[in-house]
């Protein structure tokens, strides 16, 4: 499958200097100061591909064209060129950074146009080899050719969409467009379009209509044998409610469990990343003792060496007067203070060495003193950490068992929940099948109800498992059990819908949507343009306060961390990160990044400012 690369995106201006930024092939980070321009790159990228208009800032005034520099797959290189304002778009086979001088290569319309190749749409669409996907247009049956605005929604998500309660399926949150959208999430996830629908029942549907409705009896025959509860479709619904209500309670009981253990499991990484280090620690001291104390040894044999030689000269007569020991000459014919020289020489020489090893020996006693007592601290303080971490294994071991009974429930009121389910599913299914049989009696068989949530199964369970490894390796706090529900297109995570979520919990789950979908399609060859540009996913997020910190942190920096490391380790494509604080450090090299009007910044922000033009 074909992939879009976005290259650079410059503003061009008579008299102007250019304004321009570069995208990396792989993470491109765009951070700084409020009101810098940063949105305003996802913005004019958004209309380079299509986007009916730009929204006017005091900085752009001006500049009159914008470039964006595509690179495709199979190695061409293309460049949009678009008047700020204009309906046209002019497309160049090579990359270009300044006034063409040259005709360009094509000219598009910006609006999609079904009947026609000449808009920047069907462009897009031929490039990426999927032009002519149909999609469904409604619950009719009519289908229509996929348009490229539906693929720049869900890879080019601003930071009102980010956090915006409607579900990230649903991009232009226009209920007369959802049929298509859906239709257009289940190419996504299917890499099937739509089936050509017939506008009405053939003459021989018709015949046998009234077959088909023995074949209804006997669905329905079977359908109430399978019911199991004496209960009608009021009394389930209640049932299952209070199920959902118990349900909830349970989950919610699990979910603050498994928030402790998490904090207590955290609490125990701590400990024994400090005691390996204690560890590390108290061998450098023991092999430190033991070197000194070889080298106490060597003192002591030196001072025991020179005390000897001391004594020896006295017993010898190295230090009286007579006759020299030295030359052996008698007093007369020694020269003046010739013995005393010598023997005082020998004796200051002994002395001073004996000062001199002494003195390095009780420098070096001291150290040994100094290292004995780290060397007890630390034995002293792994003992009390060894007794923090029996506490600790004796508290998740009481939490485990407390956590027992909880999943016991919450598996006995999900097995009862699916029962009442299914008998709810045969109750509409008998009623389908009753209406379907009054309306065979009557007349010709009609066309059923399109339908662009029939998702397969196991595409949408694919999907769920590939958020739910996004949202883990983003250390997002929870289980992160992650369900999409096609119907009504909604993501929901620990049993709790997004939209019911706080602001920054709505912003990390549609980037993790948005990920996750190039991911998952980019792995498997499916449709997709190729990037993802997001503003602002993480920077409104903060983890629940814990009530037992004394200074709870606010800013969650491990998913920030995490969700960088991630683009960087398993990146899903190229991915543009536009957001206000600055990233972690560790994605230096790694990245491209753009600093606008921070310290040490090299622009004030994506315009020049206007003493420099």
Known sequence: MIRLTLVHLTFLGMGKPPAAVDFSPGLTVIYGASDTGKSYVEEAVDYMLGASELKSIPEDDGYTRILLGLRVSDGRSLTLSRAIGGDAIEVFNHELREVPSEPADETLKFKHNAKSKKNISRYLLTVLGIDGQRILQSGRGNVLPLNFRDLARLAVVNDTR???????VLGTRNPLNETREKSVFKL??????????????????????????AVIDHLLDESREKLTMEANQSQLRERLDRLQTSLGEVTAAAVELAGVRTSLLRDRRGLEEIDLAAQQRAGEVQQMLARFGLLKEQYESDLARLQMVGEAGTLLGYFQAGACVFCGAEPQHQHPEHHV?????????????TRKTTDLLNDLLLMIEDLEDQAA??????????????????????????????????????????????????HAQIEQLEDLKATLSTVAPALPVARPDGIPAADVADFERIIHETLEAWHVPGN????????DAELSVDGQPRKSRGRGMRSILHAAFAVSLARRN?????IHPGFVVLDTPVLTYRRPEDPHEENPELMTADVVENFYRDLIENPPGQVIVIENPTPPASIRGHAAVHAFSVDGS????????????
């Not at 923090?388 to 009862?416: C, G, I, K, S």
């Not at 992160?480 to 119907?487: A, E, G, L, M, R």
């Open 602 to 613: 090299a622009r004030q922000g994506f315009f020049p400012p206007r003493d420099r033009q």
């Open 162 to 168: 980010m956090a915006d309660q409607h579900s990230p």
């Open 377 to 426: 601290d630390i034995e002293s303080a792994r003992a009390a950490r060894e007794e923090q971490l029996t506490l600790n294994a004796a508290e998740l071991h009481a939490l485990d068992q407390r956590m027992q009974p909880v999943d016991t429930d919450a598996t006995q009121l999900l097995n009862a929940r699916s029962r009442v389910e299914n008998e709810l599913a045969l």
């Open 522 to 526: 980019t792995a498997r060859d499916l």
């Open 341 to 353: 020289a010598e023997s005082t020489q020998l004796a200051t020489s002994v002395a001073a060495e």
């Open 480 to 487: 992160n059990h992650v369900i999409y529900d096609p119907t």
């Open 188 to 213: 996504l996830l299917s890499g099937h379009e739509e089936p050509e629908r017939p506008a009405a029942p053939s003459n021989l549907e018709k015949q046998f209509g009234k077959g088909k409705i």
